[in-house]
């Protein structure tokens, strides 16, 4: 009887302040939706700036005439800005910053620990083009990286597919020279701290973590588009980039989950390393195919990438500044 | 010490159920008050906020439109037109149409963009629900004449009060107002809209529906401040969420390319309800440090205006006499 009583009175309670407690239930459901952590950018473990040098994948032995990490040693914390109206003088520029044809460098004083590969999807971009190769010889020159820039454009007849292009730029890259590091990166965007050293660390890394267009946030801990590092080993391994993400996104969230796939997690370094400006430009419509893709990726992990990669290389050539190959794919 | 003990002492407190209070009542009394007296002049408002904002996200030259056209409308409004409509809550829905709409556009466009933190996402929150309970406490605590102890003046009991003590220090500081026949301390004005003299009178708030004085001037004062930040940090938040922004200094972010927001919809209206915040935000920030000013030098808003009004009207009568008088000479 006691139990029917509470009951009576709770009901009596609830029946007087009904408003009340509804108010206070919508209120508080608001509070959640306006407060939940998953609506917002996210915090992510990183790798400290003391311990960047002991992190990196060097791909030779050191000894005792091997290149330092100058940049690591400059206390300097200023951001860097791209020059947004560069001279198009290649011929000139390379013979300033002593590059070779083809857009290759090595440090001559030392012997460099690195040999990277930076490979650039392209498409009628020429101005970002140029304003990105001109800000990234010196700047990877003053890393002591022995690098070769390499620059894939799409021909003109399909949508673009930023993932084969990668998986085109490492075949081709190969072919050239056994690089040990590839640097995949967008060319819209422009590394602001010397100190990002562009070389591979011993897991796979997401190099853009802090981008200016996202307000120097993370979206979201899964994102490993932008500039990633990653070493020719796990690039293999994992069976490179999909082939069939046509149009705008999907390729970096199906290689993040490629990764995930082959065991290996991702690092990025602390937040004011990993700066990077965005140059502008219009956003892209994404495609809606993509989430289709996305679903049935981890069915294509073995069958579609860098095994079942076709393509056509119409034309290549070895600018002043960096390898360039048109490709029909 | 005195101006700011009126920032101290202005407060009220156990103005209602603090529970009721933190539920927003705010709006619910609003609502109430609507469903009671529905007026064309406080509906029209929360569809036209709304309606102007969808409009102004469609094109450059729409936002420019209606980002022009419409503070010239509401302040030809509050001059003129609304004169005449005393207690319109006009203001007071346009007030809760917009905060509610930009609220709405930060939420449900700016948010999923995935570009702020939850700690930035805290601190706005903080000063949207600090601006909302303030400006709740300042209508809850204006000055009303029916709760206070003022009393109708009667000649008789004034004389006789007068007579009592002469010495006392009240009733040489308080004065009759002409219009409401109460008896006030000396710092009190008439406020034609609450029909009423307020103590230490700023002015009568349309946006509030309410009038600014002793009672509620510190509780306005912290209003001005947060929402204030709210509109602008909310505006900051937005505009670098959809534009193209840099790092100006002390890691405060700036746009400094919005060319490519009107490609499409939600970013135009992110875009454009930014604007409209950062409006908002930079005149509750004017009117702020206006009063900061007037604490400072030791005055009211009502009282610089009946000021500047009266040195008007001198100076009207000065020319008028002069021309009079010169106006006799040449005859």
């Known amino acids: 009887m006691k139990f029917f009583k509470i009951i009576r009175i709770l009901y009596g309670t609830i029946q007087k302040n009904a408003v009340d407690l509804l108010l206070a239930l919508v209120l508080l459901l608001l509070v959640v939706f306006c407060l939940h952590p998953d609506r917002f950018a996210v915090h992510y473990n990183y790798i400290d700036k003391q311990s960047i040098a002991s992190e990196l994948e ?47 460098w090595k440090p001559l004083d030392c012997k460099p620990l690195f040999n990277v590969a930076i490979i650039l999807p392209y498409r009628n971009r020429l101005k970002q083009l140029s304003i990105f190769i001109n800000y990234i010889h010196p700047y990877l020159q003053l890393q002591n990286l022995d690098y070769t820039i390499f620059v894939i454009e799409q021909s003109k007849n399909k949508e673009f597919n930023r993932g084969k292009l990668f998986n085109v730029g490492f075949t081709e890259a190969m072919k050239i020279r056994n690089f040990h590091c590839f640097i995949f990166q967008d060319i819209d965007l422009i590394p602001q701290n010397p100190e990002n050293i562009y070389t591979c660390s011993r897991l796979p890394r997401h190099m853009s ?87 049935s990726g981890s069915k294509r992990y073995d069958t579609d990438g860098l095994r079942n990669l076709e393509y056509k290389v119409l034309d290549q050539k070895l600018e002043p500044l960096y390898s360039w190959f048109l490709v029909d794919i | 010490m005195k101006l700011w003990s009126r920032l101290l002492t202005g407060g009220c407190f156990g103005c209602g159920n603090p529970v009721r209070a933190a539920l927003g ?3 619910g009394d609003g609502a109430a008050s609507l469903r009671h007296r529905v007026s064309v002049d406080a509906v029209l408002p929360l569809l036209l906020v709304p309606a102007l904002l969808l409009l102004a996200a469609l094109n450059l030259a729409c936002s420019l439109l209606v980002l022009v056209a419409t503070p010239l409308f509401v302040y030809y409004a509050n001059r003129n037109f609304l004169r005449f409509l005393m207690r319109s809550k006009f203001f007071l829905c346009w007030l809760i149409a917009s905060a509610g709409c930009l609220m ?43 709760s206070s102890q003022q009393q109708l003046f009667d000649p008789m009991r004034e004389t006789l ?30 406020c034609r809209v609450c029909q009423t003299c307020v103590p230490g009178r700023e002015y009568h708030c349309k946006w509030l529906d309410c009038c600014i004085g002793y009672s509620n001037y510190r509780w306005y004062m912290i209003c001005l401040f947060s929402s204030a930040v709210a509109f ?47 409006l ?34 001198n100076q009207t009568n000065q020319e008028e006499n002069q021309r009079f008088t010169s106006h006799q000479l040449l005859l």
Request: charged residues 20%; aromatic residues 14%; positive net charge.
């Open chain 1, 58 to 104: 060097p791909a030779y032995w050191p000894k005792i005439n091997s290149c330092k990490l100058n940049s690591l040693e400059s206390k300097k914390s200023t951001l860097l800005y791209p020059n947004e109206n560069p001279k198009i003088d290649a011929q000139g520029l390379a013979q300033k910053y002593n590059v070779q044809i083809g857009g290759a």
């Open chain 1, 209 to 295: 973590s802090n981008v200016n267009t996202f307000r120097y946030n993370l979206p979201y801990s899964g994102l490993f588009g932008g500039a990633i590092s990653i070493t020719k080993q796990q690039f293999q391994q994992v069976n490179g980039f999909s082939n069939v993400y046509f149009g705008w996104g999907g390729e970096d969230d199906d290689f993040y989950s490629r990764l995930q796939n082959k065991g290996y997690p991702i690092c990025r370094f602390c937040p004011d390393v990993a700066q990077y400006y965005m140059l502008s430009h219009k956003k892209e419509a994404p495609n809606k195919e993509r989430f289709t893709y996305l679903k």
């Open chain 2, 25 to 27: 009542r705010f709006c």
């Open chain 2, 104 to 146: 709405a556009v930060f939420e449900l466009a700016v948010v999923p963009l995935l570009e702020i933190l939850p700690e930035e996402n805290y601190v706005f929150i903080a000063a949207v629900v600090g601006g909302i309970l303030t400006a709740r406490r300042t209508v809850k605590c204006q000055y009303s004449a029916t």
């Open chain 2, 161 to 190: 009060l007068d007579v009592d003590d002469s010495s006392d220090q009240a009733v040489t500081e308080s004065h009759v107002c002409q219009t409401c026949k109460r008896r006030f301390p000396r710092k009190a004005y008439h």
């Open chain 2, 232 to 278: 602008i940090y909310g505006s900051n938040l937005a505009i670098t969420s959809v534009c193209h922004p840099f790092l100006f200094a002390f890691g405060i972010l700036l746009p400094d390319d919005c060319s490519d927001v009107y490609f499409q919809y939600d970013m135009a209206l992110c875009f454009v309800s930014s604007i409209y915040s950062l």
């Open chain 2, 280 to 313: 908002i935000g930079l005149v509750l920030s004017y009117y702020f440090f206006k009063h900061l000013w007037l604490l400072a030098i030791g005055t009211t808003w009502n009282e610089r205006k009946a000021a500047a009004a009266a040195k008007h009207k």
